[in-house]
């Protein structure tokens, strides 16, 4: 099935792009997911935290993904 992963700050420039489609199994989790964006963007493994919202709602990393779901990756994010 397939996502949409949208990026953004860090993230994003890891990515190259704002935006990727990830073709992933029916019933993956979000700790799959995340394993397979460290596996195809290594740089990603290199933030001190990334959160994963599906559908506009942070997710914990069990829960599972379904066709059509959309994705963001959170960076840590500084500023005063």
């Known amino acids: 099935m ?3 992963i949208k990026a ?3 993230s994003r420039d ?3 792009q704002r935006e990727t489609i990830m073709e ?5 989790t979000v700790a799959e997911l ?3 964006l460290f596996h195809r963007f290594p740089r990603l493994q290199g933030l ?3 959160f994963v919202a ?3 709602e942070y ?3 069990t829960r599972l993904l379904a066709a059509g779901d959309e994705i963001a990756l959170i960076p840590p994010v500084s500023g005063g």
């Open 54 to 56: 599906v559908n506009s």
């Open 34 to 36: 995340r394993a397979m």
């Open 14 to 16: 890891i990515l190259g």
């Open 24 to 28: 992933v199994s029916e019933g993956c």
């Open 59 to 61: 997710a914990n990393d």
């Open 48 to 50: 001190r935290s990334l």
């Open 8 to 10: 953004f700050g860090i």
């Open 2 to 4: 397939k996502c949409t």
